[in-house]
């Protein structure tokens, strides 16, 4: 069974930083594009960034270019977003998702990440 | 704003079918067959319903089906049941923007 477990989210201040993880099980990770995605309050989703099975491509949504790094450690079957200089508008609930097909097939539960003051 | 719109709500009776539209642009929804649709029941994640504009995974019932023209894609439930409740999120492939979604309709099962 495939699993994504998201840990790391929580409340910080504007300007904080804040790190996610994605625990992967049930599938071969490294051979597999993952993404982050994430979901404002009572909002539609968005794409966050996502990295290539060895690491070696990431894009970026604008938004957060410059601020959030995403990375992985295959032989920790992990998935990582580094976010940085956070504002109001990145509180979503942050989910790491599979990439299949220029979809994503396979989420995790989600991380509540809150930026306020 | 969601690049991609679509309406904020839609319903039928149990039985009936209901589409639901997801209108992009040339850059996106036009530009590619990368459309995609999501199921999202209230406090869980997203599942993915469609891929490819008209590809369903292992496992969604075929009562789903997606198609496009032009710059709008749709997906439509036919014999709709209880079950299929939930919020609908649209997503294309819009090149070097990454992906783009629509703002989600909210499905009502009268």
């Known amino acids: 069974e495939v699993q994504l477990v998201e840990s790391g989210g929580g409340l910080v201040q504007p300007g904080g930083s804040l790190r996610l993880s994605c625990v992967a099980s049930?599938?071969?990770?490294?051979?597999?594009?993952m993404n982050w995605l994430r979901q404002a309050p009572g909002k539609g989703l968005e794409w966050v960034a996502n990295i290539k099975e060895d690491g070696s491509d990431k894009y970026y949504v604008d938004s957060v270019k410059g601020r959030f790094t995403i990375s992985r450690d295959n032989a920790k079957n992990s998935l990582y977003l580094q976010m940085n200089s956070l504002r109001a508008e990145d509180t979503a609930i942050y989910y790491c998702?599979?990439?299949?097909?220029?979809?994503?097939?396979?989420w995790g539960q989600g991380a509540l990440v809150t930026v306020s003051s | 704003q969601s690049a991609l719109t679509q309406p904020p709500s839609a319903s039928g009776s149990p039985g009936q079918s209901v589409t639901i539209s997801c209108t992009g642009t040339?850059?996106?929804?036009?530009?590619?067959?990368?459309v995609s649709w999501f199921q999202q029941h209230p406090g869980k994640a997203p599942k993915l319903m469609i891929y490819e504009v008209s590809k369903r995974p292992s496992g969604v019932p075929d009562r789903f089906s997606g198609s496009k023209s032009g710059n709008t894609a749709s997906l439509t439930v036919s014999g709709l049941q209880a079950e299929d409740e939930a919020d609908y999120h649209c997503?294309?492939?819009?090149?070097?923007?990454?992906?783009?979604f629509g703002g989600g309709t909210k499905l009502t099962v009268l």
């Open positions: 049930g599938f071969s990770f490294s051979r597999d594009w």
């Open positions: 040339s850059s996106d929804v036009g530009g590619y067959n990368y």
């Open positions: 997503s294309s492939y819009a090149g070097r923007k990454g992906w783009v």
């Open positions: 998702a599979r990439g299949y097909a220029f979809a994503w097939d396979y």
